[in-house]
């Protein structure tokens, strides 16, 4: 039986929307270090879905962890992950991923949901 070839999906443009559970990322971190490791969390949690080194946090979503000061950052937060191809021709990475905040009444019920591109 001949191998066939499977074409990677990391090149692919695509959106998605997440729920991130930040209280356990960052429990046990001092309270003056909880908001800065929260968008480091995201940066990290963007990257290990989306596969791009190059992580984009929009002003949007870090006004949304700092709203209630450095020490309580909410417990969860819905996000956006968009791959995007870099406009930039001297950039090393041909993609980069764009993280944007979206605002829920209630965390109750969702999931991981493909977003179709604007």
């Known amino acids: 039986m001949p191998k066939i070839k499977k074409k990677s999906a990391i090149n692919e443009l695509v959106t ?6 930040l209280h356990k990322r960052i429990h046990g971190v001092g309270f003056k270090k909880r908001a800065p490791r929260a968008v480091k969390e995201i940066r990290k949690f963007a990257f290990k879905m989306m ?3 190059d992580v984009r ?3 949007g979503l870090n006004k ?3 709203s209630k000061g450095i020490r309580s950052v909410p417990h969860r937060i819905r996000v956006r992950l968009s791959r995007k191809r870099n406009e930039d ?3 090393v990475h041909s993609l980069y991923t764009l ?3 979206v605002p829920v009444s209630s965390f109750k ?3 991981i949901k493909n977003v179709d591109e604007d």
Request: charged letters at 20%; aromatic letters at 8%.
């Open 16 to 21: 998605r929307e997440y729920t991130i559970h």
């Open 51 to 53: 596969g791009t080194p």
């Open 57 to 59: 946090v929009d002003q």
């Open 64 to 66: 949304a962890l700092w």
């Open 89 to 91: 021709d001297d950039s």
């Open 99 to 101: 993280v944007t905040h």
């Open 109 to 111: 019920g969702l999931g």
